[in-house]
């Protein structure tokens, strides 16, 4: 096994129980990476994109017709249409290239703004692309490090141990003898970038004013963050600091390994990391060949996690099982630092006030603190997200702690969150997805692996180093809300000269809303419509009759089957006023 990262991502095939490099026929790449062609125009590039974002709307606007299923509509039948357009998506977000592979990536941590269906199939989006050349990898080495190749290496591997979107790894060796790998940019990866994050740029200022799916949304911010992801993923300097700080981190831990940084190899364009083989951490058969302890495997990989988050704030975003190894003597080996998360100390203690409320079944607390972390996006009425959130607590805390699934409970936080004016912070669901990754990872390992059991001692000890003690934090959280109740009541007196003086000023609107006054409203709105029909339909046919007597019977059988239209329209108008006049 070798250090892989996600920006090369192993483009691999099971040959005989090993990994063998995924052949990539010259026809194929032709037909579907056309991307990867040097005399590919802009123009084209626009157009491919443009018609691939054209069929994705009309694919949106076709599942809010019930009209378009089979037989009528049910939620079943969208789930399904979901899933097909979602395979759909994957594979035209591949066939697109660098750009909108990461762009799928990143958006398979948003559930808040897409279906689960999509959500799931786009987290199954791997990088496999066709490797460059040979050449072109020794002229952007030689440029980027201002050296021919022979002078730079002994040994310089021309076959990549693995391909990807962003660029490929090749194992070399220095003249000093040491075993090293590079990763070398893909060519005009960044002119991509400029073209493609342009007309992204356009199409998030379209669903930005879209009068339905840019409501809530930040779509132009979503957009700019997924620029700072992209363009930082783009510079190996930044992530080889990202690799010291990651090491750094590990240093006083013999059961963690993380490669070595050769500075002196390393440019913007490649990045020269330490030969760090091991056993990939979810090939099971290797691992048992090794002779290690497979549950004991799960339990460090968790801890390793749980260590970044809690301890450094510092952690890696993408643990997949293609960036975790195992040496050996049973340590961890982690590779590609290009997707690293940060959790500054005020965030942390706002997730602390979130935790209170969660174990207090508090679902007023928990909504206050997902506010202030900026995680929920306050609306006119919060009484429906109240009520998600209170019926999820009821749910959630029927089970002891540690045995909760991470999978389940974030699948609930998705469930909630889609529709919803939910915003998740890309760390947020960068820290879910790894969670979710290393249970799957854990479960592999061992079967009766629970993430949060072994998360369960962390969050004691972060909750006694916050508070001093476990016993002291309920005093504290005693006095806090006592404090609390004293403010309120010392300040009511003067809120409540506020909000008359407010009335008397015109500044407060007061919203009441009457069911009956509802339905009402919407069934004078439905007669309106009705006797719009029936006046079209009534147009219709005297036409046709006019021009029947007439002689005119083509034209008037014409007129008449016009008319048919008006007539289903009001047909099915009156079967929803009778709907919902039963509903009352």
Same mark, same amino acid.
């Given at each position: 096994?070798?250090?892989?990262? $996600?920006?090369?991502? /192993?483009?691999?095939?099971?040959?005989?129980?090993?990994?063998?490099?995924?052949?990539?026929?010259?026809?194929?790449?032709?037909?579907?990476?056309?991307?990867? &062609?040097?005399?590919?125009?802009?123009?084209?590039?626009?157009?491919?994109?443009?018609?691939?974002?054209?069929?994705?709307?009309?694919?949106?606007?076709?599942?809010?017709?019930?009209?378009?299923?089979?037989?009528?509509?049910?939620?079943?039948?969208?789930?399904?249409?979901?899933?097909?357009?979602?395979?759909?998506?994957?594979?035209?977000?591949?066939?697109?290239?660098?750009?909108?592979?990461?762009?799928?990536?990143?958006?398979?941590?948003?559930?808040?703004?897409?279906?689960?269906?999509?959500?799931?199939?786009?987290?199954?989006?791997?990088?496999?692309?066709?490797?460059?050349?040979?050449?072109?990898?020794?002229?952007?080495?030689?440029?980027?490090?201002?050296?021919?190749?022979?002078?730079?290496?002994?040994?310089?591997?021309?076959?990549?141990?693995?391909?990807?979107?962003?660029?490929?790894?090749?194992?070399?060796?220095?003249? $000093?003898?040491?075993?090293?790998?590079?990763?070398?940019?893909?060519?005009?990866?960044?002119?991509?970038?400029?073209?493609?994050?342009?007309?992204?740029?356009?199409?998030?200022?379209?669903?930005?004013?879209?009068?339905?799916?840019?409501?809530?949304?930040?779509?132009?911010?979503?957009?700019?963050?997924?620029?700072?992801?992209?363009?930082?993923?783009?510079?190996?300097?930044?992530?080889?600091?990202?690799?010291?700080?990651?090491?750094?981190?590990?240093?006083?831990?013999?059961?963690?390994?993380?490669?070595?940084?050769?500075?002196?190899?390393?440019?913007?364009?490649?990045?020269?990391?330490?030969?760090?083989?091991?056993?990939?951490?979810?090939?099971?058969?290797?691992?048992?060949?090794?002779?290690?302890?497979?549950?004991?495997?799960?339990?460090?990989?968790?801890?390793?996690?749980?260590?970044?988050?809690?301890?450094?704030?510092?952690?890696?975003?993408?643990?997949?099982?293609?960036?975790?190894?195992?040496?050996?003597?049973? $340590?961890?080996?982690?590779?590609?630092?290009?997707?690293?998360?940060?959790?500054?100390?005020?965030? &942390?203690?706002?997730?602390?006030?979130?935790?209170?409320?969660?174990?207090?079944?508090?679902?007023?607390?928990?909504?206050?603190?997902?506010?202030?972390?900026?995680?929920? $996006?306050?609306?006119?009425?919060?009484?429906?997200?109240?009520?998600?959130?209170?019926?999820?607590?009821?749910?959630?805390?029927?089970?002891?702690?540690?045995?909760?699934?991470?999978?389940?409970?974030?699948?609930?936080?998705?469930?909630?969150?889609?529709?919803?004016?939910? &915003?998740?912070?890309?760390?947020?669901?960068?820290?879910?997805?790894?969670?979710?990754?290393?249970?799957?990872?854990?479960?592999?390992?061992?079967?009766?692996?629970?993430?949060?059991?072994?998360?369960?001692?962390?969050?004691?000890?972060?909750?006694?180093?916050?508070?001093?003690?476990?016993?002291?934090?309920?005093?504290?959280?005693?006095?806090?809300?006592?404090?609390?109740?004293?403010?309120?009541?010392?300040?009511?007196?003067?809120?409540?000269?506020?909000?008359?003086?407010?009335?008397?000023?015109?500044?407060?609107?007061?919203?009441?809303? /009457?069911?009956?006054?509802?339905?009402?409203? &919407?069934?004078?709105?439905?007669?309106?419509?009705?006797?719009?029909?029936?006046?079209?339909?009534?147009?219709?046919?005297?036409?046709?009759?006019?021009?029947?007597?007439?002689?005119?019977?083509?034209?008037?059988?014409?007129?008449?089957?016009?008319?048919?239209?008006?007539?289903?329209?009001?047909?099915?108008?009156?079967?929803?006023?009778?709907?919902?006049?039963?509903?009352?």
């Amino acid at each position: 096994m070798s250090a892989l990262s $996600s920006n090369a991502k /192993s483009s691999l095939v099971k040959k005989n129980g090993a990994s063998v490099p995924r052949s990539i026929t010259q026809l194929e790449t032709a037909e579907k990476y056309r991307w990867n &062609r040097e005399n590919y125009s802009i123009t084209r590039r626009r157009l491919d994109i443009w018609r691939f974002v054209l069929s994705l709307l009309f694919r949106f606007w076709r599942n809010g017709k019930k009209w378009t299923y089979k037989n009528g509509f049910t939620e079943e039948k969208l789930a399904q249409r979901r899933k097909i357009q979602a395979v759909w998506i994957r594979e035209n977000l591949l066939n697109l290239g660098p750009t909108f592979i990461k762009v799928g990536q990143l958006f398979s941590t948003r559930a808040d703004l897409f279906p689960i269906e999509y959500v799931e199939e786009l987290s199954k989006l791997q990088d496999e692309v066709p490797a460059f050349t040979y050449e072109q990898v020794s002229k952007i080495v030689e440029k980027d490090l201002g050296k021919p190749l022979s002078r730079l290496f002994r040994n310089f591997d021309p076959v990549p141990i693995a391909a990807a979107s962003l660029g490929q790894v090749h194992k070399a060796k220095l003249h $000093s003898g040491e075993e090293v790998v590079v990763k070398v940019q893909r060519p005009g990866l960044k002119q991509l970038f400029t073209i493609d994050l342009a007309i992204l740029k356009k199409i998030a200022y379209y669903f930005q004013n879209h009068p339905r799916w840019g409501k809530g949304r930040d779509w132009i911010g979503i957009y700019e963050e997924c620029c700072k992801i992209l363009w930082q993923e783009t510079d190996y300097l930044n992530e080889g600091q990202n690799a010291d700080t990651f090491r750094r981190n590990f240093r006083g831990e013999n059961w963690v390994k993380v490669p070595r940084v050769y500075w002196r190899y390393t440019s913007p364009r490649v990045l020269t990391l330490e030969y760090l083989p091991g056993i990939k951490i979810s090939h099971y058969e290797g691992l048992e060949a090794a002779g290690l302890d497979r549950k004991l495997l799960a339990k460090l990989g968790a801890k390793a996690y749980l260590c970044q988050l809690l301890n450094d704030g510092f952690f890696h975003a993408d643990p997949h099982p293609g960036n975790i190894a195992v040496d050996t003597d049973g $340590s961890l080996i982690f590779y590609d630092f290009g997707m690293m998360g940060r959790i500054n100390t005020n965030v &942390r203690e706002k997730l602390m006030d979130t935790l209170f409320g969660i174990a207090q079944k508090d679902g007023d607390r928990v909504v206050s603190a997902l506010i202030s972390l900026g995680a929920l $996006s306050p609306t006119d009425d919060m009484g429906p997200v109240r009520r998600s959130v209170q019926f999820m607590l009821d749910n959630f805390m029927d089970k002891p702690f540690e045995e909760q699934s991470i999978a389940a409970i974030s699948d609930d936080l998705y469930e909630i969150a889609y529709d919803q004016p939910f &915003r998740f912070p890309a760390t947020f669901t960068f820290v879910m997805r790894a969670f979710s990754t290393l249970e799957g990872v854990g479960k592999g390992l061992d079967p009766n692996f629970n993430f949060m059991e072994v998360a369960q001692p962390f969050a004691l000890d972060l909750v006694a180093d916050m508070n001093g003690s476990t016993g002291n934090s309920i005093i504290d959280e005693i006095t806090r809300q006592a404090t609390q109740v004293s403010n309120t009541a010392l300040g009511l007196p003067r809120r409540i000269d506020d909000t008359i003086e407010k009335l008397d000023r015109g500044d407060i609107k007061l919203r009441v809303r /009457s069911v009956e006054s509802d339905r009402l409203l &919407r069934r004078l709105g439905m007669m309106q419509m009705a006797t719009n029909y029936s006046v079209f339909l009534s147009a219709l046919v005297i036409c046709g009759t006019l021009l029947f007597i007439n002689g005119y019977i083509k034209i008037a059988v014409v007129a008449i089957l016009l008319g048919l239209v008006p007539a289903w329209g009001f047909i099915r108008l009156l079967r929803r006023i009778n709907r919902l006049d039963k509903m009352f």
